[in-house]
């Protein structure tokens, strides 16, 4: 069964600073990755797709990378804002007929000014 | 404006009283989801629909039941049988196997 893990579990850091997330999963037979943001009591606003034949997408100041042969993702913020404070979620799909999403439990971060 | 919406907000359910929640998108999607996320912790798939008038069991399906007999609509039943259903509980929609949407989740309490 494909297990979804995030570490670490919550981040502080100045405003300004370039940070890392990390996501890795049990099982490398994923369709895709998604990261998401979700700001307290919202719904999750998609981030990045990064298809099983990629390596990396780019979107602004977010940088996610995949690789998938030792099961990690990271998700780079550029010159970190304290409107980047939020919840960061990473999700496989599997492969097969499915398409299911599992879930990381989530990394909190908090930018301070 | 195209994405999906979920009602209510909030819901509050007594002990043995079936609700239901509601799911709606308009972005033309295929497939449907529906998760629990409890504090603290990560999403779970209840139920998901690839196509209308067909829906499969997630992994924490059971208390749960959910009908899709319109392409845009997606309510998901929380019955009596579920016996911790405090959660709050968000609804997705998708072209197949691409980036999953988001609705903007609704807060159930068993008072």
Redesign the interface.
């Known amino acids: 069964k494909q297990e979804?893990t995030q570490i670490p579990a919550a981040l502080s850091v100045p405003e300004g600073e370039n940070l890392v997330l990390n996501c890795s999963f049990t099982d490398s037979a994923i369709?895709?990755l998604?990261w998401?943001r979700q700001d307290p009591?919202?719904?999750?606003?998609?981030l990045l797709?990064i298809q099983s034949s990629q390596r990396e997408q780019t979107s602004g100041r977010l940088n996610a990378s995949l690789d998938k042969s030792s099961g990690r993702s990271t998700l780079y913020i550029a010159a970190s804002q304290p409107g980047d404070s939020a919840t960061y979620?990473c999700?496989v799909?599997h492969g097969g007929s499915?398409?299911?999403?599992?879930?990381?439990?989530?990394t909190q971060l908090t930018v301070l000014p | 404006d195209g994405g999906i919406t979920?009602s209510p907000k909030y819901l509050f359910r007594k002990e043995g009283q079936n609700v239901t929640l509601s799911c709606e998108q308009n972005l033309n999607h295929d497939?449907m989801?529906w998760?629990r996320q409890d504090p603290?912790?990560?999403?779970?798939?209840i139920y998901?629909s690839?196509i209308v008038n067909d829906f499969?069991k997630?992994d924490i399906a059971e208390g749960y039941s959910v009908s899709r007999e319109k392409k845009e609509s997606f309510p998901l039943t929380v019955t009596s049988a579920q016996k911790n259903p405090t959660a709050?509980y968000?609804c997705?929609s998708s072209l197949?196997?691409?980036?999953?949407?988001?609705?903007?989740?609704t807060?159930l309490t068993v008072l």
């Open positions: 979804v369709y895709n998604q998401f009591g919202k719904g999750l606003t998609s797709l979620l999700a799909v499915a398409r299911q999403l599992t879930f990381g439990s989530g | 979920q497939a989801y998760y603290g912790q990560g999403l779970r798939l998901y690839q499969q997630g709050f968000l997705a197949p196997a691409n980036e999953q949407f988001f609705g903007p989740g807060r």
